[in-house]
Each structure stands twice: as C-alpha cells, then as structure tokens.
C-alpha cells in the first residue's frame, strides 16, 4: 500500500491533471477532501442524474507493453467515479475515453457504490485516471479517504498489428505486408515499439534491438497474434 501524507484541509499533490501521479501496477492511498474540481462533466459519466466528478484527484499509468489496465477503488467507502483520458482538460483530446460509476460486478470489500474501469492499451500509451466522487440531486459530493487499485494484465500474444492500409494509421484489423514494413521501420529508426524481445526471444523489451526482436515479431504475425 503506497500512501502519500497530505495535512488536512490541503489539496492532495495530484489535485491537478498537470500533477497526475506517475503510478504502476499497485495500491495506492488517497484523501479527497482538499480536491477541487478540475475537470469537466462527461457524458460517459451520466447516471442517477449527474454527469460530472467532483473533488477530483488524477493518476497516469503508461503501459510496458499491449495489454489491459484495471483501476478500481474497491475498499473506498463512499460513492466514486473514475474517467480515463488521453490528455489533460484544456488540451484538443481531453474528453473521457471511459468512465465508471458503480462497479459490476460490485466490489466485494468498501462501498457498493465504488468504481472499477477496465482499458485496452497500447505499449508506450499513457493513460490519465481521473477519481473523485458522485453529486447526488441536492448537491451533496462524495469525498474522503480511499483507495485506488490498479492491475495490468499483458497480452499473452502481443499484437503484430500495428499499420493500416499503405502504411499509415494505426492498427486496423488486417494482417497484412504493411504491418511487417512498418514494424521493420520502427526497428531500424530504433523505436522502443519495437523491442519486443530480450535475449532468446524472451518475449519482453530489454533495451536492446537485435535479431530476436524481429524473429519474435514475426513469430506473432504469422500466428494471427
């Protein structure tokens, strides 16, 4: 359990998007009390009435490689929501990816009112975790201490998808040429994407481009992944 100390009635360090807190796979302690409300309302949020979350708190999590981050507040004892975004409020891509209000299946320990969300990454991709807590329709805000839990499961496979038609975009479905032309040129421009392999194409990045990173690649490719 990770805690960071805040005095009471002092706004916690991550209050603003700008300070989210760098956060990998773990738990981690917060208090809510001395948050404002930075971010906007979602429509990804709207349920019971409301549409926001208020006294906000932020978190980042950059994923190591493909795969399936989880945040949650299980053990919180009051009523949470939780957004995921790509960038700060005030920039072109800060409207919610997601958003979660009460968890189903219902979390087994704190609030049934608390939150869970689930996200499918990309290696290298940043997610924004906005927390904080329901309105209800007289106005009352949910704050207070708790915790937020955040796993990540990697793809067992990895994904060999990484471009669309002639070569540009993103990932589109298809297992073609363009994927392999793509991977090749990240490799030899010396793209972090590109180091899926350590050595004896361990299927982890280790820093290192060499034969195995491409072997291990291709490997996926021509096995669907």
């Known amino acids: 359990l990770r805690t960071v100390f805040v005095p009471a009635g002092l706004p916690p360090s991550n209050e603003a998007c700008t300070g989210a807190s760098a956060s990998a796979p773990g738990t981690y302690s917060f208090d809510t009390t001395g948050a404002t409300t930075e971010g906007t309302a979602e429509a990804l949020c709207t349920a019971f009435g409301h549409n926001g979350i208020d006294k906000d708190i932020w978190y980042s999590f950059a994923a190591p490689s493909n795969g399936t981050l989880l945040a949650q507040t299980c053990g919180t004892n009051w009523d949470t929501r939780i957004a995921s975004y790509a ?4 920039s072109t891509d800060n409207t919610a990816t997601d958003c979660n209000d009460d968890a189903s299946p219902m979390c087994s320990t704190g609030s ?3 939150s869970r969300l689930t996200a499918a990454v990309v290696r290298g991709q940043v997610v924004l975790l906005r927390v904080g807590g329901f309105r209800n329709t007289v106005g009352t ?3 207070g201490g708790g915790m937020l839990q955040l ?8 994904l060999s998808d990484v471009s669309g038609p002639g070569q540009a975009g993103g990932a589109d479905g298809d297992l073609t040429a363009d994927d392999i032309i793509v991977y090749l040129n990240g490799f030899f ?4 994407a590109a180091d899926v392999a350590g050595p004896g194409q361990r299927a982890e990045a280790d820093g290192d481009f060499t034969a195995d990173d491409i072997i291990v690649f291709l490997n996926r490719f021509f096995t669907g992944c």
Request: net charge negative; with cysteine; charged share 5%.
């Open 141 to 143: 805000v949910a704050f």
């Open 112 to 114: 049934p009112l608390a």
């Open 87 to 90: 960038a700060c409020p005030g």
């Open 189 to 192: 421009a010396g793209n972090p």
């Open 151 to 158: 796993a990540f499961t990697p793809d067992p496979c990895g």
